[in-house]
C-alpha cells in the first residue's frame, strides 16, 4: 500500500503502458519453501507434498520439468541470483535440471544465497549506517544478478529469476533508506497499529499460530513482553508494533530500491539506445514481481505468515510485457498460474507438460485462453476462476518441539502448533482455505499420514467463513491490509448456511488430491455439530 511504504520503483512498473497489476493473487501455502516448490513447478502443495523444511517436489516427481527448466530446455539461458528455490528444496537449488552450468562459478551458494550479519543486540530490526554491498543479501543479490547479466549478449535469450529475502526477518536495513523518505519512516513518522488487534470472533484455536522459534530469542521481543505476550487473545504493546511495523516498511523500501536497481541493470545490460537516448529492451522483454507469501504485522494478533488468513495468503503480482495493455485486475488469481502464463507471453506450448508427466500443471494462462490472438487486451471473462485456493497444515501439542514428535494434549491448540520441520507423515491437521470473490471459507481436518489425506473428509473439526464483501485487495477504504474483513467468524451462523454448503461442496473440485472422496454433507458440518470454536 503506497500509504504505508514508499514503493516508488514498483510503483513506477506498474504504472507502466504495458503493466498488469493484480489486487487478488494467492499463494498456495504461507511459507517460503513448499510456496516456491508449487509455483516453481506449477503444481499445488498436495501434488509436490511439500508442506513445510522437511519434504520437496522431487521426491514425488523426479520427471517435473520446473518453470526455469521449461525455458532452458526452451532454448533460454536460466539463471538464478538470491533466494530462488529455498535452500536445499530441492537439493542442489535443482542443479543441473533447472539451472544453465554454463555461468555455473563453481560455488552456487554464493550466487544463490548470500547472507548477512544479524542486528548487534538480537533485535527483531536495526538500522545499518552502511552503503557496503557485502553488508545486505539483497543488494549481494542486485550485484550477482548484475554479473550473470554482463556475461550474457542481448540476443540471448534469457530466464533470470532474481529472489529479494527482504522484507523477511530479520529487518535490517541501511538508515539511508530511512533518510530518503523521513515522512513515512523517521522517528516521527505516525505509524498506525491494526484496529484488529485480536483473533477473529469466535474463530477456532488451530487457525492461530504463534511463531514461537522465529520470536522467541529475539531481544525486542523479550522487552516487549515475550513470545507469550502473542496469544489469539493478547497483543504487544502498540508501541513495540509500531516499531515492528516502521522496520518492515523501510526493509520493504529497500527491496524497492534493489528491484528498481535491477530493473536498471537489465536496461543498461540488454537493452539498446533510442533516437531519444533512452535505453529499453533489445528483445520483447517480461518483468514478473511476486511474493511467495503473505505478512501479518499484528493485524489478528499474527505476525509474520503460517495462517490460512487473508493477510497470510494475498501476495502481490505485476506482470509486465510488450504485448499488455495496463490494467489494474481484481480477479482471483493464483501462484500456480505463473508458470503457464510467462510460457504463454513467451509464445511457447507447455503441453507436454502435463501430458507426459506424472502430475499436470495446476494453473492457467491469465491473459488467454484458447487460441492465442495477437494484440492482447488483457482479457480475463474466459479465464476466471470461481476461487482461489490455499491450505496449512497444523502440528498441535508443541509436536515439532518434543521428542519422538509426541503430542501433548494438554496445550491449546494454537499453541506451538509449528509444523516447519515435521514429516508430512506426522502432521496431525490440515486446513484447506478458498476464497470467492465475496467470503474467504477455510475447513480443518484431522491428517491421516499413512494415506496424507484427511482422516476422515467427511468431517471437518473445525469451520471458518469470513465476509470479504467490499475487499478488492486494494488500500482504498476499507483497506484490504488492516480492514474489518478476517475479524468475525461466520460459520456457525444460520444465515450462512447456504454460503458454508456452497464452499463445502466444493472442496473436492479444488483440492482433487486429498479431497476427492468428500461427500457433500449439507451445510459443510453445521449439521455435524461442528462448532464455529476449537473442537479438537
Known sequence: CGDHVPTPRLTELMEADDAVTFTRAYTQIALCAPSRNSFLTGRAPDATRAYNFVEHFRQVGPDWTTLPQFFKRAGYLAVGAGKVFHPSLPPDWDLPMSWDVRLW??????????????????????????????????????????????????????FLAVGFRKPHLLWRFPQRIVDAFPEALGDDAEIAVSPNPLAPTDAPDIAFHVPFDELKDLADVQACGGIEQMSPYSAFPESCQR?????????????DEQIGALVDLVAATRGTTTSSGHRVAARARCTVVLGDHGWHLGDLAEWEKFTNFENGVRVPLVIQHP????????????????????????????????????APLDGRDLFYSGTRLAGNNNAAETTTLPYARSQFPRCVGAEEYNGNFTVNASLALWDRNDCNDVPAALLTHMGYSLRDLDFRYTAWFEWDGSTLRPAHPDRPVALELYDHRGDDGTCAEPSAFDGPFDTVNLAGD??????????????????PRTLSGLAALGAGGAELGVPRSSTV
Not at 243 to 255: D, K, L, M, P
Open 243 to 255: 516499531a515492528w511495523r516502521r522496520a518492515y516498511y523501510a526493509s520493504t523500501a529497500f527491496v
Open 494 to 511: 444460520p444465515d450462512y448456511a447456504a454460503t458454508m454448503s456452497r464452499f463445502f461442496a466444493a472442496l473436492p473440485d479444488a483440492f
Open 105 to 158: 562459478n563453481g560455488a552456487w551458494d554464493e550466487w544463490l544465497y548470500p547472507s548477512e550479519p544479524s542486528c548487534p543486540a538480537m533485535t527483531a530490526w536495526c538500522s545499518v549506517d552502511s552503503n557496503e554491498t557485502e553488508d545486505f543479501i539483497d543488494t549481494q543479490t542486485t550485484q550477482r544478478a548484475g554479473e550473470l547479466l554482463r556475461n550474457t549478449t542481448a540476443e540471448q535469450p534469457l
Open 323 to 358: 504485448s499488455l495493455k495496463h490494467a489494474v485486475r481484481d480477479d482471483l488469481v493464483e501462484l500456480l498460474d505463473l508458470f503457464p502464463t510467462l510460457v504463454g507471453l513467451a509464445g511457447l506450448d507447455a503441453s507436454y507438460v502435463s501430458e507426459t508427466e506424472s
